[in-house]
């Protein structure tokens, strides 16, 4: 099975207040992208394509290693994705994408998407169960109804899909669509989509917090972990 990966990295990281794209902003002295791709080869991935901000071409081929396909990404994540898979080796039977901005993901995780689209998956995400009570407010913020949380799960990634059905489900997506992941870009299409567990490991970078958590989880390495 030939798996190709598409890394979304064309956002701005203005709210990490960062003064490059998030995906260059440094984890332990690297940044965040060239974690990603490390964790996604580690994991089974056998080509990289990265979705980059057009103006910042160079910056990112500087620092990742040369095989990996560096793509202009898009004004929205949605855009970027559609953009790398344009540009994804047509010989792929499967594609994942990820978020540069989950710099440390496990390679278990991606070996877990890659086992469940080997066994006939056409769509599979990595998701944690959701720990918290979590309720619903009205428009005054206040609490209307508590939500079961036993079938509520939160949805990181690599996300891998079957190729042609991910290709087939963009293709059917209206341009300037823009929705939050792209398994909700294949269930638009009707695909059914499969979960395999999650890590805490994966956990997004979005403000300054975030990258201090992961400056501390590299510092203290694996034992420091919780996994779903
Ligand atoms: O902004 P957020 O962290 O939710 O973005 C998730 C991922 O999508 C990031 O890795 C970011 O670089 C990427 N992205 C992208 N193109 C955009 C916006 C975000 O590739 N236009």
């Known amino acids: ?55 910042e071409r160079e910056a990112f081929a500087a620092v990742l290693p040369g095989d ?12 970027s994705v559609r ?7 047509a010989g792929a039977d499967v594609v994942l994408v990820h978020d540069a901005a989950r710099p440390l993901t496990p390679p ?14 056409p769509a599979v995400v990595p998701v ?7 309720v619903l407010v009205d428009d005054d913020g206040a609490v209307t109804e508590a939500v079961p949380r036993a079938p509520l799960r939160r949805v990181q990634t690599p996300q891998g899909f079957d190729r042609e059905t991910l290709v087939a489900a963009y293709a059917a997506l209206p341009d300037g669509a823009e929705l939050t992941d792209d398994a909700a870009v294949v269930r638009a299409a009707g695909v059914p989509v499969a979960t395999v567990a ?10 300054a917090h975030d990258l201090a958590l992961a400056e501390l989880a590299v510092t203290l390495g694996p034992s420091g972990t919780v996994t779903a």
Request: with cysteine; charged share 20%; aromatic share 0%.
């Open 68 to 79: 990996v396909r560096i793509v202009d990404g898009g004004a929205t994540r949605t855009a």
């Open 108 to 121: 278990d995780v991606v070996a877990r998407v890659l086992a469940a689209l080997a066994a006939g998956a």
């Open 128 to 134: 944690l169960p959701v720990v918290d009570t979590t």
């Open 83 to 89: 953009a790398g898979l344009a540009a994804a080796a």
């Open 198 to 207: 999650g890590d805490e490991r994966s956990a997004k970078v979005t403000v």
């Open 1 to 55: 099975m030939h798996a190709v990966a598409i890394v979304a990295a064309a956002g701005s990281g203005s709210r990490l207040g960062a003064d490059r794209p998030k995906a260059l902003v440094e984890l332990a002295g690297r940044p965040l992208v060239c974690w990603a791709v490390d964790g996604l080869r580690a994991g089974g991935v056998a080509e990289v394509v990265v979705t980059v901000p057009a103006a």
